[in-house]
């Protein structure tokens, strides 16, 4: 599967602009830790733009990636974008574990992108002024969601912390080990 094929599909089952938006934001993100790990980055990339693909049709588990799975295997989609996007849900993780660096990648990079959206919404002045309070930068020139990617966990917990949503604190943020 091609990205312009990804994006056909998840236009055929997405129709909500905050879905499509945060598709393209984890695609975005699979990209660029692709390129870090030496990885194939469009393949990466179609992986995160189609992982949540069914969401809007099978918003609860198991049917959420499960009745995703089974449309993309008719369609003859490749067994290792299958299984990673299997994997990113929790009720998944017996049979697709997180146990590739793609796999681990997706799960945290998923609830991350959606940390940070959430947060921006939250915030009146979005993520600038978010980033710039819970982070002390100052230069706004040059922040992306990059650069929050790239904040340790620990201040993660903080902005959430601050953010008053302590349940984010759970979320899957990239550590040490293999970012």
Known sequence: MNRE???KLLNEFTKSDSLLKHALAVEAAMRHYAARFNENADWWG???LIHDFDYERW????EHTTEGARVLRE???DEEIVGAMLSHATWQRDQYPLDRPVRKTLSAVDELCGFITAVAYARQNGVKLMAGRFLGWQ???SFTVKSLMLVPRWRL???SMEAGSSSII???APN???V
């Open 5 to 7: 094929e990804a994006w």
């Open 139 to 141: 230069d706004w020139t």
């Open 59 to 62: 918003p609860n588990a198991p």
């Open 46 to 48: 179609v992986i995160g």
């Open 157 to 159: 917990a903080r902005m």
């Open 176 to 178: 040490a080990e293999w």
């Open 75 to 77: 369609r003859g989609v």
């Open 170 to 172: 759970k979320c899957s």
